[in-house]
């Protein structure tokens, strides 16, 4: 019989020193057995900035890049069609444009991502956007009906098709791939049954129009620009109080305010250039796009939602291991059709987005490469198609890259064909890195 | 070591078929506070079906199940939560994608209004780590991913512990470990106990049983061959009795062992 231990045994502290270091050097943080003793990660409470710096870089070498390649790609991009196209791309005007084009790709993306997530695929979500947006048009101009209702109805319409992929899904146990594949079909043709063939819904309402075609006035833009910073700032120097006074795990003061003031930089950059007149005729063309705050605020939504909320947390178990996740007591089918029912609402705003920049909605709507391109720049910002790992902020930054390669070539006045290979390129990149990063993650793991 | 009180779990006279086949026979099983019992037996001889009853994802077709004395129903998994009872699996139930807090605490988060109280999980998770003197993890909000099979293995056993459960069961926690790690776990299934906890261990091996228990129930076809203080038998004696049901004066009547057999 073992008589029982009051401290870490040295021999078996030693022995297992080896093991990790055998393990494949990776995990650098428990080869240090002086550093191990009692969660010395922990106590120490802020780590420096040396120390931080260390803890990213071991990360980054564990295979966990995050958006990182996605933000250097798109940094990348942005220089290049600068310099390919400098009367042109880095104007007042086409930034402004830059947010239109990607605004619809971002929100599809986002909601799409919760379907990632969970290591399950939405090929639907693009026509249940374009069936949203034909339900919301058709009700506006053959009902009268006012434009918020419309929309409400709209989403709901989405939320039922969610619910119904959800539970083939989780119920049924039909792959996600094939129902959506269904779906993708079905739903084109009920888009086209509520449009009728060959016509096209204009859209009725100002409100709905200024979504993709409208700027908020430059007073209100740089009120709500500013408070947004400030309120940012207050909740992280906030949370690094009270995680200081607890002695929690917190990031350096430093990181702390350096990301905010990039983030200030950056938002309050882009707004000076957006509030500039970028008109080229007679008429005053400034201030933010509409759809800019739009997708802010469905950022700050998904963003909470995933990182602060159990439902969150959920997600993210399920995605990791799903049999784990039912033995912890989540109802992993209810998790399930939860997601697909954020990724159709999300789609059917996706929708309407769309639908506003045309100012009607086409009887293929949704249809050809929507899904595609969000699936994409869910992929490109760093969402593993893996599951278990992506953020609501992937899809911005993919979305991003997307609507740059796409406006650059343009502006560029290349071929079409160049577009589409040039993107499937980059999603290819993207996915290269997510697979290898997932095997170098595999082999840091015991 | 502790000496024997009233057992805090308790089965008498345990029957379960599956169709025809009757997987166990009138099965006692006992677990006392402190006490590390080892349930040990062959492939077949109804281990996992038994732990299965005892967490509830079996139901029982006859006989009692005490816990603390009384008797209780535990028709889910759910009902044996709720009276301390968690289960360690073999195959570990953890997310590599989340750290080690996130692990300990899925599915019961605490929360401040609709905001998960990280604060609360991460000292929670480190006193808990701490109080089984667990200390090969750097920080708890390492992940998953990072850790070597002793470490989760740990923080499986860790996340049992966590919601002041009474009774541990571990199915075969030292299947898959190496030398080192096999003994940072057995250490730590001591400690449960130290801490005044009922263990249940399986395990098939029988170094690790004769080490770290206190007493061994040996299961033949279904019967409880032997229900015995670990230090009254040998290995080999334990080996006699999963293989044949009895060894010496200890095991099944041998009309009853030839007739299982």
Known sequence: MTPPQDGPDPKVAEADRELAAVDGGVIAPVADVEARAAFAGDAAGPVSLGQYWNQYRNKLRAGDVGSLPALLGLLVLIIVFTIAAPSTFLTTFNLANLLTQAGSICVLAMGIG????????????????????????????????????????????????????????SAVGIPSFVVTLAAFLAYQGILL????????????????????????????????????????????LLVYQR??????????????????????????????????????????????????????????????????????????????????????GIRVGYITIACFVISSAMAVISGIVAASRLNSVTPDAGAGNTLLYAVAAAVIGGTSLFGGKGKARDAIIGGLVIAVIDNGLGLLGLQAYIKYIVTGLVLLLAASVDAISRRKRASAGG | MTQSTEPILQLR????????????????????????????????????TLVKCVAGIYSIDAGDYLFEGKPVQVSNPRDAAALGIEIVYQDLALCDNLDIVQNMFLG??????????????????????????????????????????????????????LWNSKVVMLDEPTAALGVAQTRQVLDLVRRLADNGLGVLLISHNMNDVKEVSDRITALYLGRVAADIPAADVTTGQIVELITSGRSGEHGLAPAIAQESA
Not at chain 1, 198 to 224: E, Y
């Open chain 2, 13 to 48: 006279g345990v029957d379960k078929s599956f169709g025809a086949v009757q997987v166990l026979h009138e099965v006692d099983l006992s677990i006392y506070p402190g006490q590390v019992t080892a349930l040990v037996g062959d492939n077949g001889a109804g281990k996992s």
């Open chain 1, 193 to 236: 049954w509520i449009i009728g063939t060959g016509g096209t819904v204009p859209i009725t309402s100002d409100v709905i129009f200024a979504v993709s075609n409208g700027n908020m006035p430059v007073t209100l833009g740089w009120i709500v620009v500013i408070l947004s910073i400030a309120a940012y700032a207050a909740l992280n």
């Open chain 1, 114 to 169: 919760f379907v990632l997530l969970l290591g399950h695929i939405d090929l639907s979500a693009g026509v249940i956007g374009g069936v949203g947006a034909g339900v919301m048009a058709e009700l506006m101009l053959k009902q009268g009906l006012t434009w918020y209702v419309a929309v409400l109805i709209a989403l709901l319409v989405g939320v039922a098709m969610g619910i119904f992929t959800g539970v083939m899904v």
């Open chain 2, 108 to 161: 019961r988060e605490p929360k401040s209004g609709i905001v998960l109280d990280e604060g609360q999980m991460e000292i929670k998770a480190r006193d808990t780590l701490a109080s089984l003197s667990v200390r090969t993890v750097s920080s708890v909000r390492q992940l998953v991913a990072s850790l070597s099979g002793g470490q989760r293995q740990t923080v499986a056993i860790a996340k049992s512990v």
């Open chain 1, 243 to 328: 995680r200081r006074t607890h002695n929690l795990v917190t990031p350096p003061l430093v990181v702390i305010t350096l990301r905010i003031v990039v983030i200030a930089v950056v938002l309050l950059g882009a707004t000076f250039l957006l509030s500039q007149n970028r008109a080229k005729g007679n008429i005053v063309l400034e201030g933010i796009p509409w759809i800019a705050p739009l997708v802010g605020v469905l950022l700050v939504i998904w963003t909470f939602v995933q990182n602060r909320t159990a439902f969150g947390r959920h997600v993210y178990a399920v995605g990791g291991n799903a049999e784990a996740a039912r033995r912890a």
